[in-house]
Nanobody, 114 residues
Framework: QVQLVESGGGLVQAGGSLRLSCAAS????????MGWYRQGPGKQRELVAS???????NYADSVKGRFTIFRDNAKNLVYLQMNSLKPEDTAVYYC????????WGQGTQVTVSS
């Protein structure tokens, strides 16, 4: 089974930027789609962004224009570039990959201070 490992989380001030990375133990071409969910304190897990094998991306309305998802097929990495961060973006961010079954990473904490 392909494993996913996130990195890049941390503490940042409002208005700042972070780039999350999701490293796959195998080829990301194994996944029909990959993306990022997040779960904030006391909130349900929500889909933030997704990208298909052919590079088509979708975003939650709350992050459109601020977040960008992209992939490096050669390095088996999927990124989430987060700009203009807001305190409400504070959450644990999880990478996932779909290929019939869904694989999840362990999550990385993002904290945005006001």
């Amino acid at each position: 089974q392909v494993q996913l490992v996130e990195s890049g989380g941390g503490l940042v001030q409002a208005g700042g930027s972070l780039r999350l990375s999701c490293a796959a133990s195998g080829s990301i071409f194994n996944f029909n789609a990959m993306g990022w969910y997040r779960q904030g304190p006391g909130k349900q897990r929500e889909l933030v962004a997704s990208i298909t094998k052919d590079g088509s991306a979708n975003y939650a309305d709350s992050v459109k224009g601020r977040f960008t998802i992209f992939r490096d097929n050669a390095k088996n990495l999927v990124y989430l570039q987060m700009n203009s961060l807001k305190p409400e973006d504070t959450a644990v961010y999880y990478c996932y990959g779909d290929r019939g079954l869904r694989s999840w990473g362990q999550g990385t904490q993002v904290t945005v201070s006001s």
